[in-house]
C-alpha cells in the first residue's frame, strides 16, 4: 500500500479474477475503529467470492496516527477517503461516527468500536461534547443509516437521543465480547505468551485506561510505577494497555517517556493495534476507569477497582451502572492491601446484573450480524453456517527485565530455625526501603545489566550465567568483588546450587530447590546473615510470598 490508492479503473470486471456481486466499503479513520472492523469483517465475508471488501482511508481525525501502519500490516485494498465516491458501492461499514458520509450515496452501517452509546467525547466541529457512536446529522442522513447494537436498551437509548433515529438499530450482540468468552479456557496459554509461567504466581494485573483529561491516565499517569514499587515483583506483575487515542493523539514516543521508569521496571505494555483482550483474559485484576475495557472486565468475571470514572459516562447507561457498584483504588493510599483485598473479596458474579444491561445473548453475535449486513447487501447469505467466535492470538506485548531490584529481608527465629522472608521490587519503580533491627534492605544487581548505575551502587551483584567450573565461578566472584568496591556480596550459579562470595574471603555453597533457587533470591539469605551478623551456615528458612523452601548453607574454602 503506497497510500495514493489504486487506479479507478481497477474495480473494472475486466480485471477481476472472484466474481464479485456486491461491493463493500470499510472507512478506516482512527486505530480503535479500523482495529474494530479488521476483527470482524473476516468472519462476516469468510468464504464468499461475491462480496468485494475495499478500506476508505480518512485522515481526518486527530487519531489517525498508525492507521496507515495498521492497514499495511493487514495487506488490504486501500484507497484514500477523497476517492471513495469513484469507487461505487453497495453498503459502507464504519467504527467511526466522523468520517463524511455525505458525500457517498450507499447505505453506512456503523459498527460500535466499544460498548453502545455510553461515552461523552468532544465533538470536532464545536466546543459541546457528543455522544460516542453517534453520527451527527450533517454527516449522515438518518435514512440511510443503520446502528449496530447489542443490547435493546441501546436501541431506546438511541431513539431518545435522536428521534429520527428511532428503527434505525440492527441488534446483533457484541462480537468482541463473544471472542473473550471463546478464549476464556486459553488463560494459560495467554499469559505464557505475556512471559508469565502457567499457575497462580504471579499474579497479574492490568492497568487500563481509556483517552482524555478524565481517564486513568489521564488523572494518574504515574499509577503503573507505583504499582510496580508497591507489588512484589515475585508475587504480582504488571501489565498496561492504553487506549490508541493515547498512544496517536500524542505519539508512541511521548507515552513511553512519560512511562520509561515503569518499562525500566519491567511493565509490560500492551500494543496499541492488538493484544488488550488477550491481557484481559490472563489478568487476576483489572485496574481500570470508565472505558469499554471495565465493562468487558466485568462481564467476564474479573476482579476490577477503578482508578479514576470520568463525568463523561453517559448516565443510564451499563457503564454508568458499573462506576456505582464496582469499588474504587485509591491511589494516595498503600496500594498492595487494596488489590489483595479485591481479589480475595470478588466473587464471579457480582456484576451479572450489569453485564445482562450490556449484552444481549452473548454467543450469536457473527451470525446476527452476517445477515444483517447480507440483508443491507440485497444478496442471499452463503449456505453455509457462521463459525464461532474465535478466540483472539496470542499477545505479543513489549517489555524489559529488571535486572536490578531493592530487596526487603525480614529474619525472624523460629524455634531452632532462622527464616528469612524476602521481597523483591524493581529498582527502576523506586520503591521504599524501610529497614528496623531484623528488617534489612539492599540493592541487587546482575553484573551485566544494561544499566551499569545499578552494579555500580549494588550491594549484592550476581552472575546469572553459569560457569564452566567451580575454578571460574570463583574468578568471576573475584572480579565481580575487585571491580564493584560497594558490593558485599557476590553471587555465582553453580550445578550444584549457588555459590556466595564475601569481601573478607569467605565463600558459602547455598542449596535449595525450586524456583526459590536462583542466585538472586538465596544471595538474600546470606546477606540477612551479613547484617545481623550470624553465621552464614546452617539451615534457612527462606519464604517468598505463598512459597517457602529450605536453604542449606555450608562454608567453602575459596579455590
Sequence with gaps: MNGSGPPVDVAAARWKTFPAERTVLAVARTVTSTARLL?????VFRGDPRVEVTFGHDRSSAFHGGVQDLLRASDVRVIPWENATDVPSDLVITASENARFDHL??????????????KLVPDARGPERRHSGVVPRSLLRPERSWYAVSHPAQAEQLGALRPDLAGRTLLVGDPCHDRLLTGAPLRDRYRRGMGLPRGRVPRLVLVASTWGPESLMGRVPQLPRRLLAELPLDEYRVAATVHPNVWFGHSPWQLRVIQRDALEAGLILIPPFAGWQAALTAAD???SDHGSLSLYAAAVGKPLLLAAFGRESVPGTAMAALGRVAPSLAPDKGLLDQIEAAI????????QDVARRAFHEPGRTLSRLRSAVYQLLELAEPPWPTASAPPFPLPVPERTESTAEVVLTHLARENETWSVDVRRFPAAARPERPESARRFS????EVSGLERSWAESASVLTDDTAPRSPEEAERRIEGMLRHHPGCRIAAVPLADGVLLGWRDGRRVMVNATGVLAGPRLISAVGYACLRAGIPPTGTFLLRVGERSAEVTLRPRSAL
Excluded at 476483527?39 to 468472519?43: N, S
Excluded at 450515496?105 to 455510553?118: R, Y
Excluded at 539492599?442 to 544487581?445: K, T
Design 39 to 43: 476483527e470482524v469483517l473476516p468472519d
Design 105 to 118: 450515496k450507499a447505505p453506512v452501517l456503523v459498527l460500535p468500536h466499544g460498548i453502545g452509546f455510553q
Design 285 to 287: 485484576v483489572v485496574v
Design 344 to 351: 480475595e473479596r470478588h466473587r464471579p458474579e457480582r456484576y
Design 442 to 445: 539492599h540493592l541487587a544487581s
